[in-house]
């Protein structure tokens, strides 16, 4: 079996899955978010129980519309509160919460081996960690609060391989990015995507967290990572429960394998309107920009900012860019503060905004009028994402962001940093 | 059950920011939703659909975000059908738990063209094209997911899961 097959079929009464089968699988941790508890919470009460299976098994996170932007989010951010309080369900307030997909992982929630749904399609994020998680809709996640439990096919598996070392300014976002450039929106769909080689060996936890985020972008159900050193290391201090690590079998059977040798990469953009339209940055062209954001659960992490810091130290953000920048959880931003990080971007000319997912989805804090254009660290550039129907998004990492936002146009770091 | 309407036609990847823009999630009312259906990609959509109508694309729809908010737009514009050749997995999930019927048939994508009226008998997955005089039939749902339906959703399917539990 593979790894995310020995992870789902340890979560089901069956010694053995595979791909294709209907299984009902116990799960680890449920979550949900502003947007979407309201949803869940309304089909959960139609079911008829009281109570959800296990308070300590259920997270809610209001993360994207708050601090509340307007009246009917701070509406709906109301009901989520009001039901977490009455559940005793795990529950951040504002002022402890950051967004979802940074937060769980650094809070010890999401472990290696388990099982983990979210009413989120970026719960995949979790993968990193060696977890088995994948973002469904609310009327799935009201009925997993109800019976502990929920109905899954048994993805294939796609392994991908990365031969060679990284070049400089190169990290995970270019990696996934130059993934989905490759194989399009829907080349992983309904599949788990296991990330394997040495580059992403080499990657840090930030990084592969950046990947797994965005295994949804090329449709998949999950990304997976096998579990290593720098996984323990990460999770050692955090676990407040036991895990299981989980191997592939030597003999396991993959639907697919995808090797690229990633030595000679360079740091990749996603050109409007897909995560699939990626090019290389020397050959995106001349393309002038109104603003930058740098943050989301694709790239909201410390050496997120950090790399961001190594671009704007002592460089000033460009008169007619707006660089706006989000630290992914209050712990991100508390660490970016002790490092001086926050320091660097407001002498650059950034503004440093609370945790929120905000501008990510069009939603506050940075939305874009007509004809205008944002770089940005997030993982979607579809139409109107960032607001207008008009306005144009291109993803890229944080130092192409940063550098972007010194020079006003798209650039690679290199021509910035000289 | 007999569905008829008139084709609406999209391409690939009609992604869920285009169907329902993020920007209108600080609501969860299906009719609130409804008025900003398919806004990312067709601003004529809310005016011109009718009941019964029927929603086609290419591959993947539907692709993206988790948003429920997505097939309960399309649900409550009236929408009785949605074909396509695939459909993003998130979105299936959703649109079968609420009730929103998804037929997946890649000849009745190559043959049927925007403005076709459409007939579809669900159980049988018949799709005749009435404007064209052509006959397709969808491909029959996974055993596990026909009983889902049948229990009317997963809501009905979890709530006698459970009293089966308890007994
Ligand atoms: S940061 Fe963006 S992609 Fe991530 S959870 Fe928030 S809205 Fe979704």
Known sequence: ?418 | MLLKGKVHKYGADVNTDAIIPARYLNVSEPAELAKHCMEGIDKDFVSTVKPGDIIMAITNFGCGSSREHAPLAIKAAGVSCIIAKTFARIFFRNAINIGLPLLECDEAVDKTKAGDILEIELASGKIKNLTGGMVFTAKPYPDFMAELIAAGGLIEYTKSRLVSRRI
């Open chain 1, 1 to 418: 079996m593979t790894l995310a097959e020995k992870i789902l079929a340890s979560h089901t009464d069956k010694k053995k899955v595979s791909p294709g089968e209907f299984v009902t699988v116990r799960v680890d941790l449920i979550l949900a978010n502003d947007v979407t508890a309201p949803i869940a919470i309304k089909e959960f009460q139609r079911i008829g129980v009281d109570k959800v299976f296990d308070p300590k098994k259920v997270v809610m996170v209001p993360d994207h519309f708050v601090p509340n932007k307007d009246i009917a989010s701070a509406e709906q951010a109301k009901l989520m509160r009001d039901f977490c309080y009455e559940q005793g369900i795990i529950y951040f307030e504002v002022g402890q919460m950051g967004i979802e997909h940074v937060l769980l992982p650094e809070q010890g929630l999401v472990l290696p081996g388990d099982v983990v749904i979210g009413a989120d399609s970026h719960t995949c994020t979790y993968g990193a960690l060696g977890t088995f998680a994948t973002g469904m809709g609310s009327t799935d996640i009201a009925a997993a609060m109800a019976t502990g439990d929920v109905w899954m096919k048994v993805p294939p598996t796609i392994k991908l391989v990365y031969h060679g070392g990284l070049g400089k300014w190169v990290g995970g976002k270019d990696l996934i990015l130059y993934t989905i450039g490759d194989i399009g929106v829907d080349g992983a769909l309904y599949s788990v995507m296991e990330f394997t080689g040495e580059a992403i060996d080499s990657l840090s936890i930030d990084g592969r967290f950046t990947i797994a985020n965005m295994a949804i972008e090329a449709g998949a159900k999950a990304g997976i990572f096998r579990v290593d050193n720098k996984t323990q290391l990460y999770i050692k201090s955090r676990a407040k429960r036991p895990y299981r690590v989980y191997e592939p079998d030597s003999d396991a059977e993959y639907a697919q394998i995808i090797d690229y040798d990633v030595s000679n990469i360079e740091p990749q953009v996603a050109l409007p309107h897909s995560p699939a339209n990626t090019k290389p940055v020397s050959q995106v062209g001349d393309i002038e920009i109104n603003q930058t954001v740098i943050g989301s659960c694709t790239n909201g992490r410390l050496e997120d900012l950090r790399l961001a810091a190594r671009i704007l130290k002592r460089r000033k953000v460009h008169p007619r860019v707006r660089c706006i920048i989000i630290p992914g959880s209050q712990q991100v931003y508390l660490d970016a503060l002790t490092e001086g990080l926050i320091e660097i971007f407001i002498k650059a000319g950034a503004v440093v905004s609370t945790p929120t997912c905000g501008p990510c989805l069009g939603g506050h804090m940075g939305v874009l009028a007509d004809g205008e254009r944002c770089i940005s660290t997030t993982n979607r550039n579809f139409v109107g994402r960032m607001g207008s129907l008009e306005s144009e998004v291109y993803l890229s990492n944080p130092t192409v962001a940063a550098a972007s936002a010194i020079a006003g146009r798209i650039v690679s770091p290199e021509e910035v940093v000289t």
